[in-house]
């Protein structure tokens, strides 16, 4: 086969995917920009379901997997909004993986979430690609906060450097959680 059909097949059926996913990236990396909103967690649960799937060997494997729900209520500009959303993709986990969510998210809980400006109606409770470990997965707030003490050493594994202004400090994105290494 000539190198320019390859090149032809590639530019049809690849370009819609490469078009999509530099969508999404864009949304994501925009996302660390959104503005934040007062909510309140509503109401968490977590459900289960029984599943399959083949291994290397073509043996069927049967396996519990379950998913989280969460739902919340927010507030822009005075006007009460209702989100489901954890992060931008929905997964399913372990039991103890989404008991920690569900634990993480109890119903009462005061948050805050980002929101898309140009669709309000879209909104996180975690950014993108980051999330504290549970399991194979991540779940951070984005306004969690950690007091460290001071005169020890932790290690972090560290995301986007943000300085708003000159005079103003640096905002450092963590991707993990500190680890006291002394």
């Known amino acids: 086969m ?3 059909i390859l090149a032809a097949v590639w530019a049809v059926v690849g370009t819609p995917f490469v078009l999509i996913a530099r969508r999404v990236f864009a949304r994501d990396h925009l996302a660390a920009q959104w503005p934040r909103a007062p909510g309140v967690i509503t109401d968490s649960s ?8 083949r291994d ?11 998913s989280f729900d969460v739902h919340y209520t927010y507030t822009v500009a005075g006007r009460t909004l209702q989100g489901d959303r954890v992060e931008r993709e929905r997964f399913e986990t ?6 920690r969510v569900i634990d993480r998210y109890p119903r009462g809980r005061q948050i805050e979430v980002l929101y898309d ?3 309000p109606t879209f909104a996180l409770l975690n950014l993108p690609g980051e999330r504290p470990s549970f399991g194979g997965q991540d779940l951070r707030t984005p306004d969690e906060r950690w007091q460290l003490k001071r005169g020890q050493t932790y290690w972090v594994r560290i995301g986007k450097i943000r300085r708003p202004s000159p005079d103003k400090p640096a905002l ?5 959680a500190p680890v006291r290494v002394n």
């Open 2 to 4: 000539e190198l320019w």
């Open 117 to 119: 400006p140009n669709d």
């Open 46 to 53: 977590m459900s289960s379901r029984s599943a399959r799937r």
């Open 94 to 99: 372990d039991q103890g993986g989404a008991q």
């Open 56 to 66: 290397d060997h073509g043996n069927d494997i049967e396996y519990t997997a379950y």
């Open 172 to 176: 450092i994105n963590a991707r993990t």
